[in-house]
T-cell receptor, first 114, second 114 residues
Framework: AQSVTQPDIHITVSEGASLELRCNYSYGATPYLFWYVQSPGQGLQLLLKYFSGDTLVQGIKGFEAEFKRSQSSFNLRKPSVHWSDAAEYFCAVGETGGYNKLIFGAGTRLAVHP | DTAVSQTPKYLVTQMGNDKSIKCEQNLGHDTMYWYKQDSKKFLKIMFSYNNKELIINETVPNRFSPKSPDKAHLNLHINSLELGDSAVYFC????FGTGDEKLFFGSGTQLSVL
């Protein structure tokens, strides 16, 4: 069965510091991989996605993620965090060719110190 | 213009009541979803409709009944509400088969059952 693990429940970084949020997935074939961000009281917004091709994908708001098949990982990175990046981040895996039945990780809450 | 809109945003009700949450999308998508986010922020798919046809039905109590009058609307009716139904319910939509499947989420309906 598909699953997604986000090992870090809560991360705190200083504004301007670099960020890496971890995501590991379990899926038999090549997965569709997504990172979503949820600001307080808001719905989820797509940051970036990986379907195929270049394993380093660029997203919105300066985020990027790298798909590493050998490690079953899809970690999210940002070189310099802004206070407005404080939010909940969700990694998700979807079935290729399926109806977007996304399996979400438990989320990582990011706090940013000034 | 809101792409995926849900009403109401907040819903407080007593155990045993019946309530509905409405969802509309103006993106022209053919697939809509209901996700449930529990108190620990864990997101899990409940239902999905493609062109008004039910295609995903996870293990959800039959007190929950989705209804799709047309492909722009997917409503969720809940009978005999229980305390454990308290959660945030997110509606989402996507267009299947584009090769760029991604979900657009509504801002959520926070349901509190007292």
């Amino acid at each position: 069965a598909q699953s997604v693990t986000q090992p870090d429940i809560h991360i705190t970084v200083s504004e301007g510091a670099s960020l890496e949020l971890r995501c590991n997935y379990s899926y038999g074939a090549t997965p569709y991989l997504f990172w979503y961000v949820q600001s307080p009281g808001q719905g989820l917004q797509l940051l970036l996605k990986y379907f195929s091709g270049d394993t380093l994908v660029q997203g919105i708001k300066g985020f990027e993620a790298e798909f590493k098949r050998s490690q079953s990982s899809f970690n999210l990175r940002k070189p310099s965090v802004h206070w407005s990046d404080a939010a909940e981040y969700f990694c998700a895996v979807g079935e290729t060719g399926g109806y977007n039945k996304l399996i979400f990780g438990a989320g990582t809450r990011l706090a940013v110190h000034p | 213009d809101t792409a995926v809109s849900q009403t109401p945003k907040y819903l407080v009700t007593q155990m045993g009541n019946d309530k509905s949450i409405k969802c509309e999308q103006n993106l022209g998508h053919d697939t809509m979803y209901w996700y449930k986010q529990d108190s620990k922020k864990f997101l899990k798919i409940m239902f999905s409709y493609n062109n008004k046809e039910l295609i995903i039905n996870e293990t959800v109590p039959n007190r929950f009944s989705p209804k799709s009058p047309d492909k722009a609307h997917l409503n969720l009716h809940i009978n005999s509400l229980e305390l454990g139904d308290s959660a945030v319910y997110f509606c989402a939509s996507s267009q299947f088969g584009t090769g760029d499947e991604k979900l657009f989420f509504g801002s959520g309906t926070q349901l509190s059952v007292l």
